[in-house]
């Protein structure tokens, strides 16, 4: 294991790591918190969270923090390695009473160096739309006044407001989880009314539901999204803004696409509720963790688990990719990635979607060039340890040669189709992937199914689905979704027949976490390849809250709100290895 030494040295707090690249070291002179310093009792507050944001000015300093702390939400510029915090002048200082910050996010589209829009949402359930910059608070959303009571109400939901985002290309919408495990789409330019909404079922799947608001004039929410069991921890979109992952208490990972409003795959932890989720690049991978204190890979294009990753002692609380160290070796460079145009026009659902679907469909279909790709994320848990990781080809793509990955790959096909005249392929398709779980490791047979069935099965969803959600044309959106009505429980399109029955039994009832286990929904440890951490190192007295990679840092905060940079290998510049002297005159 990565975790080194023992007795005392496991517990000091470290203030650098060394990996392949190089030493990583913490910036103490770069240290974010509340103006004083002075750490915050955590005990019964919302987790700190960290929003970067750049305005891109003409100073060639335009990156911009937000953080919150227990009541308190904090706005400054932020200089990285460059220079030393100033925590004496925020841009920005906010204190609320009634109710914490939980979550925010900018609005990269719309940020300059005179405004920037920010949404905060807020543990009673409110969403609040701010300019930090001009200090400003623009609209409150879930948050209507009784003319006859003057008093505040909550008409769309009461819980606590779990993440919050904006919709990727666009300016206008965004989407906010709450702990009641609903999920609802805003429009800023929209009110919320006055009175309780009321909705209609636009789509319905296995342990999900979506609902459009009811009413003669347009108004907020425009989607009302009902998801899993318990509370909805975290989502995010894909990095062509097509799919929306989602990670609830119930333990399952749910992927959806957000255009058609359809189930496209679902995971299930190996106990307890998933607390957190990201994408790599690509698009390709989710990888998540939670209260069983492992990060779980899942394929997004094979709808499997193809890992786990065993090195923290406790919940794991953020999961995030290393865009900057993460390495794909291809011909095409732009494959899978989205291109500038795909996020240009309003109508987001077709065209961006075909046009990712068939470079992913050619990547994984005709490509036999020899890839070399390793993925790096990291992770960080109550356990008060950053752990860094590296997903290789060993996982990615197991030990067999590329023409039989070929072969078997259309034998997937034939046996999804129910075809069966062609004798070789029948004789080949003994390793099929409903056996491919008892195999022993390592696991030769984790094949891909045939990402041209994939765009077959997903071209009727895409081309029916909700293409007009800028334009908020609901009417037409239902008669649109009318017509695709079909296949709901997507996820299960992976696995061979025998193991769908299985799983198709499990759906007519309450999922049983006993049953899921050792089905492709959860696969057993052992059937899978187990991932050690590169490094494994406590840095905090208090449980981690916050990873982020930039491109010369990587930022984490802990409970106590302190916010620190770790500059990347070479990173650190000669004004930033000065130390910084505290006004009571002691050595930060």
């Not at 003669?216 to 975290?234: D, F, M, Q």
């Not at 990635?337 to 979607?353: C, I, P, V």
């Amino acid at each position: 294991m990565a975790a080194e030494g023992g007795g005392k040295e496991l517990n000091e707090i470290k203030t650098q790591f060394n990996t392949r690249e190089g030493v990583y070291k913490l910036l103490t002179h770069s240290e974010y918190s509340r103006p004083n310093r002075v750490p915050f009792n955590s005990q019964g507050s919302n987790p700190v969270k960290v929003s970067f944001v750049n305005v891109n000015d003409q100073s060639g300093n335009g990156d911009r923090i937000c953080f919150n702390v227990g009541r308190e939400l904090y706005f400054y510029i932020y200089k990285g390695v460059r220079k030393a915090a100033d925590l004496s002048k925020p841009i920005d200082k906010r204190i609320y009473k009634g109710t914490q910050p939980t979550c925010h996010d900018f609005n990269h589209l719309t940020a300059t160096a005179d405004t920037v829009s920010l949404l905060v949402g807020f543990s009673a359930g409110q969403v609040q739309l701010i300019d930090p910059i001009k200090r400003e608070t623009s609209k409150l959303f879930n948050e209507e006044v009784s003319c006859h009571e003057k008093r505040e109400r909550r008409l769309i939901d009461k819980s606590r407001v779990t993440c919050v985002k904006w919709v990727p290309g666009l300016e206008r919408l965004f989407l906010v989880a709450h702990s009641s495990g609903n999920m609802y789409l805003y429009n800023v330019e929209n009110t919320c009314g006055t009175t309780a909404p009321h909705y209609q079922l636009l789509k319905q799947g296995k342990n999900y539901s979506v609902h459009t608001c009811k009413s003669k004039s347009t108004r907020n929410p425009l989607l009302k999204w009902t998801v899993g069991e318990g509370a909805l921890n975290e989502f995010a979109f894909s990095p062509d803004g097509k799919f929306l992952a989602c990670v609830s208490q119930d333990g399952f990972l749910r992927v959806f696409n957000f255009d058609a409003v359809e189930l496209h795959g679902t995971m299930k932890s190996y106990f307890g509720g998933l607390l957190c989720m990201c994408w790599s690049p690509d698009g390709k991978y989710i990888v998540a963790g939670g209260e069983d204190d492992l990060v779980t890979v899942w394929s997004f294009v094979d709808c499997r688990v193809i890992a786990r990753g065993h090195g923290h002692k406790s919940w794991v609380s953020v999961v995030a990719f290393d865009h900057y160290t993460t390495s794909v070796e291809d011909a095409d460079p732009m494959e899978f990635n989205g291109s500038d145009e795909d996020f240009q026009g309003l109508h987001f659902g077709r065209d961006r979607a075909n046009s990712t679907q068939s470079r992913l469909s050619k990547r994984n279909s005709t490509d036999s060039r020899t890839v070399h790709t390793t993925y790096r994320f990291g992770s960080v848990g109550q356990d008060t340890q950053l752990c860094l990781w590296d997903l290789t080809e060993d996982i990615l793509f197991p030990h067999l040669p590329l023409s039989r990955t070929r072969t078997h790959t259309n034998v997937m096909n034939a046996t999804m189709n129910n075809v069966s005249n062609n004798p070789s392929t029948n004789d080949s398709g003994a390793n099929t992937p409903s056996n491919s779980l008892s195999s022993p490791l390592p696991r030769s047979n984790s094949l891909p199914h045939s990402p041209a069935m994939t765009a077959n099965n997903k071209s009727c969803a895409i081309a029916s689905g909700v293409s007009k959600f800028a334009t908020l044309s609901l009417h037409d959106r239902r008669e649109q979704h009318q017509e695709t009505d079909h296949k709901r429980n997507h996820s299960m399109g992976h696995i061979s027949s025998k193991s769908s029955d299985k799983l198709n039994m499990l759906t007519k009832s309450r999922t049983d976490p006993a049953k899921t286990l050792g089905t492709p929904l959860c696969p057993r440890m052992e059937d899978l390849p187990l991932l050690e951490p590169l490094i494994c190192k406590k840095i905090a007295h208090e449980r981690l809250t916050v990873l982020i990679f930039l491109e010369d840092c990587i930022v984490t905060a802990c409970q106590e709100g302190f916010i620190w940079t770790w500059a990347r290998p070479g990173k650190v510049g000669l004004s930033s290895q000065k130390q910084a002297v505290s006004p009571s005159g002691t050595i930060i």
